[in-house]
C-alpha cells in the first residue's frame, strides 16, 4: 500500500526508472497516518451494539458513521439488549451476525406477537427490499385467525387459543406443505399472516419439542449477499467499504481518497508518476 499525498514523494530529484524501481522495491514505511484519507481511518474498526460484539460493514449507527456501513443497515443499540433495525418499516430484533461468512443474519420481528402467539398486529412479514432475502433455511408459516371450528386432523395439531374481536376463536397455523393441500375451511377464517420461521425450530415445532412461541421468539435467518459482493471488491484492493451519505451509493474508502468501486492498485500509481 503506497500513499499518493504529499508526504511521501520527498524523493531527492531521481531518474523515473530508479524511482519506479524504489516505489515497487521499498518496503512500505513511507508514510504516516497523518496523511491517509479520513473516511478511511474513521471506518477501520468493528464496534459493539448492545450484546452484538466484533459487528463490522455494512452495519452503521449509534456512534459508527452512516458512512461506514449501507444504508437500510442501521442499528439501534442498547446496553444489554439485543440491537433492533428496521426493514421495510417494520421492526426486528437482530439476534445474531454471522461473523465468517458475514452475509447471514437471525433476526425477529417486534411488536407482532401478544400472549401465546396471538397477534397484536396483523401483518405479514416480508422483506420488502432489494437489500435482503430470506436464507435457505427460512421457511413461512401461516397463521390463520377467526376460523370456523376444524376437525381436520392435521389441523387439530396445531390449532391454537387466540382472542379475536373479544372472543375466543379457533386458531391454526399451517407451514407451505399443509397450505398447498386443499383444506378448504381455512379460507373461511376471517384474517390470514405469514411469518417466517427457521427451518430448525419448525421442525422442533412440529415433533412437539418446543412451543410455538418460542420457536417464533428465535426468528429466522435473512442474507444481504449483494452489498457485500460489492464489499468484497474493495476489500481485495486494500480498501474499507462505505457509503456516500448524500448519493447513498457504494464507496470503496481507500487510503488516499475514496473509489466508486476499489483503490486504484499502487502499481497503477506508480505508472502514472511523473518526476517533476
Ligand atoms: C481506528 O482509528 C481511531 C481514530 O483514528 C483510533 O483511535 C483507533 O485506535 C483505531 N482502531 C483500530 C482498530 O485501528
Ligand atoms: C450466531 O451464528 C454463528 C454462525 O452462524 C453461530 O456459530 C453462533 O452459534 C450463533 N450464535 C447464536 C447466539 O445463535
Ligand atoms: C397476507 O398475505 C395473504 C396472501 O397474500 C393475504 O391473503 C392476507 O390477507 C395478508 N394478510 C394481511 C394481514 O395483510
Ligand atoms: C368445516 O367447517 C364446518 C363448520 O363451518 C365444520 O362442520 C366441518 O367439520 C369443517 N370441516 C373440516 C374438514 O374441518
Ligand atoms: C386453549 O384453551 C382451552 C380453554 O382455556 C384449553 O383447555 C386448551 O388447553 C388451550 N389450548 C392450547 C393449545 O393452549
Ligand atoms: C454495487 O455496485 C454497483 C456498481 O457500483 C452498484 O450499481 C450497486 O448499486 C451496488 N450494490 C449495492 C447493494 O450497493
Ligand atoms: C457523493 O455523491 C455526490 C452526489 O452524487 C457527489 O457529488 C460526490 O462527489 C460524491 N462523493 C464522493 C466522495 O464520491
Known sequence: MIST?????????????TLFILLICTPIACCNDDDDDQLYLTCNSTYNCGILKDISYPFWG?????????????LLCEEGQYSTMHIGGQKFQVLNISHSASTIMTIAPIGIWGQDACPEKFINVSLSQSLFTFAPSARNLYFFYGCPPQIDNMLVRTRINSTINGGLQDAYYVDESLLRINLPNLTKCSISIS????QMAFEELSSGNEALDIALNEGFDVQYTSVIMNCSACQNS???????ITSLEFLCLCPDQPYPRMCLKPDAISWQFHPS
Not at 449509534?62 to 442501521?74: A, D, L, T, V
Request: charged fraction near 10%.
Open 5 to 17: 499525498s504529499n508526504g511521501c514523494l520527498l524523493f531527492p530529484p531521481l531518474s523515473f526508472i
Open 62 to 74: 449509534n456512534g459508527r458513521s452512516q458512512f461506514c456501513g449501507h444504508q437500510g443497515f442501521e
Open 195 to 198: 411469518v417466517p420461521v427457521n
Open 238 to 244: 486494500g480498501g474499507r467499504c462505505g457509503s456516500n
